[in-house]
């Protein structure tokens, strides 16, 4: 029976692309929501979930830190997507033809200088594939949508301009979460351990809790808080380090963490890659 990883967005999103690159031997299922894919692996639909979490130029992906920690899921494994922004038409459209684009605002926001070079309204879509699929279904030559080359190619769609996005090195990360952890791998650039927290109320706590990782030597590579319950007083940490939890030096950064965390998770351990 062929493995099943599940991706939030319509069949051509880069999530799908991103589950085609990273895991080929994988049928890839589009499920509405990020909540809906974590479902899709907690109830054995899927062994594995896509799941974006960030984009070099736009951000993280909101709401995704607040699934991760009671998703009952785990990180085994990240990908790098090089996002390239396409113009795609119906068949025999010209970019002249162009009056108006449809896509998602953080793809619209990536490819300013193209929308503005060529005078084109643009349109707010829930999913960029969804988009491409819309520009199909209108048949309108005046209609274009921001997406995927694969979505062109599933919905039947010309490419009329390729990368028109304004960096050069416009990438999406996603991490790939399964039932179950996998401790057992070392990879070949490193490792990487995932995890969230909750300072306990003393003062300078996080101050205190993030020493350990200086005196030890272990490098942390993100640290982002975000409110919990919409309480402006409760704060979790999402934090990334270099690092293996038997690595010794990060034992001892981790152990003086947990004296100052009245909350510690780790999410996922798993091998960083070479794209970093």
């Known amino acids: 029976m062929v493995a099943r990883i599940a991706f939030q967005g319509e069949p051509g999103a880069y999530s799908h692309q991103a ?107 829930s999913d960029n594939a969804a988009a491409a699929r819309e520009v199909a279904r209108l048949g309108d030559p005046a209609e274009a949508a921001f997406a995927s080359e694969l979505a062109g190619e599933i919905y039947g769609l010309n490419l009329l301009a390729r990368h028109v996005e304004d960096r050069t090195d416009n990438t999406t990360r996603f991490l790939i979460m399964a039932r179950e952890p996998d401790f057992t791998r070392r990879g070949a650039h490193g490792m990487i351990t995932s995890f969230v927290f909750r300072v306990r109320n003393i003062p300078a706590a996080l101050y205190k809790a993030m020493g350990g990782f200086a005196t030890n030597g272990v490098n942390m590579t993100k640290l982002e808080s975000y409110m919990v319950d919409g309480s402006f007083t409760a704060t979790q940490f999402f934090a990334e380090i270099e690092g293996h939890p038997e690595d010794a030096n990060v034992q001892l950064a981790m152990e003086e963490l947990r004296y100052f965390t009245s909350r510690l998770t780790i999410l996922g351990v798993y091998p960083a890659q070479a794209s970093r």
């Open 19 to 125: 589950c085609r690159e990273a895991r080929p031997d994988h049928e890839a299922m589009p499920c509405p929501t990020f909540e809906d894919a974590v479902e899709a692996v907690r109830n054995g639909t899927c062994e594995e979930a896509m799941i974006a979490v960030e984009n070099s130029t736009y951000g993280r992906v909101a709401d995704v830190h607040h699934l991760l920690p009671d998703s009952g899921l785990h990180i085994i494994d990240e990908a790098f997507v090089r996002v390239h922004v396409n113009l795609l038409a119906v068949p025999g459209a010209k970019i002249s033809d162009i009056r108006r684009v449809r896509s998602m605002a953080i793809l619209l926001g990536q490819a300013r200088g193209f929308l503005r070079q060529h005078g084109l309204a643009t349109l707010n879509w």
